[in-house]
């Protein structure tokens, strides 16, 4: 950050700590543990691809990386805000693994230089009932926060969110602001099973 931009109030934005992804799978057994929450498998990367071939070779490249051994499936779709996500899923079910696979993507889309369009990662847990929580992690603020739909039409269970962050306090890097917790609806992986 530079003089001028320290008097104008400007700060240097929070760099994604991506590493903090590897702390997931030790969160995954207080989850498990105390709220019966286990891993879906599945981990989404959420971003806005810029136009061009030099973003479509690489979408390509990451693709053919995670599919290199008979990886887990890579599944490219779009939601209804324009967004595109990249969808990884092993089966067993193996958080390790599909986290590698994110910090993977995350990693390549950072070092080819489109580190700004990325938005998030997306983690679905699953409870006996096949109800869906998911853990967010947001690449702009280098944290977590958890994100829990309930029984209805897009209307969130704010007392799970709160009990999912008060369990995961310590373990994981949370997100304070709580008018950053948005919901990801339609997002891969969040549909109840």
Sequence with gaps: MGFLDAIRGRKDPVRPNLDA??????????????LGLTSTGIGGVCFRAPEGKAFSDLEAEIRELLDADGGPQVVASADEYGFDWLTVKSDPPDLSAVVTDAHAVNSSLVQAGFGPQLL????PFADQDGR????????KRGTFYPFVPAQGDKVRD??????LRD???GELPLETDVSRWFALWDAPGMVTL
């Design 21 to 34: 992804l590897f702390a997931l799978p030790s969160a995954a057994i207080t989850m498990q543990v105390d």
């Design 132 to 139: 869906v929580s998911g853990l967010v992690y947001l690449y």
């Design 158 to 163: 704010n007392v799970a969110e709160l009990k």
């Design 120 to 123: 998030c990662s997306l983690f």
């Design 167 to 169: 369990k995961l306090t």
